[in-house]
């Protein structure tokens, strides 16, 4: 795997252009970040962002203390493409109830990956999700949510095949995704 230093202005990118400021100030807490892997492209408000698929920082060196709420925020969402799962987890819970719009392509990546905890604190935390948000977002990346939906099947065919399709905890997530698309869908018309 391609193992990158990114600067900071190019970890920014992993926001929308109106809070790339509050980005800057949060990415000015990390030591150099090391970037693992590809990225991938998501659309926040009709504007595409870039987020990296994984990064190795070791959280105990980044202080945020003195940083807004936002900025925080966005250090939680960057965290949660770390290498390690217990890392993407721990972060996970401090960004699972925002309302903001920049952390649900955070969130939905991790739905389609195999760290079955991971997939568990999503689905018990499924009410503090602010649905108007998550629908916006899965309604402008059809074409994400699709890969999520794919992965989910192959980590379920991979890992958990000893569990049916209705215990699955990945495809509980999707067919709660599912239905916000659905019912976004008919309140437009």
Not at 36 to 44: D, H, W
Not at 153 to 180: I, N, P
Request: with cysteine; net charge positive.
């Amino acid at each position: 795997m391609t193992k990158t230093y990114v600067s900071d202005s190019k970890m920014a990118c992993a926001f929308p252009l109106a809070v790339r400021d509050d980005a800057c100030a949060a990415l000015s807490t990390f030591p150099s970040t090391r970037l693992i892997g590809k990225t991938f492209s998501a659309q926040i408000g009709g504007e595409f962002v870039t987020i990296p698929e994984r990064i190795h920082n070791d959280p105990a060196l980044i202080k945020i203390d003195s940083l807004t709420d936002l900025q925080k925020e966005f250090v939680h969402c960057l965290l949660t493409r770390h290498s390690s799962g217990f890392v993407r987890e721990e972060h996970l819970t401090r960004i699972i109830g925002s309302k903001h719009i920049g952390v649900p392509p955070f969130v939905i990546q991790l739905t389609g990956e195999y760290v079955i905890e991971i997939l568990r604190v999503i689905h018990q935390n499924l009410q503090s999700l602010d649905t108007s948000v998550y629908t916006a977002f899965l309604q402008g990346n059809r074409r994400f949510f699709s890969k999520i939906e794919q992965r989910v099947v192959s980590y379920w065919d991979c890992y958990y095949r000893c569990q049916t399709r209705e215990e699955y905890v990945g495809f509980r997530l999707l067919d709660f995704f599912r239905s916000l698309v659905r019912n976004g869908a008919q309140a437009q018309q």
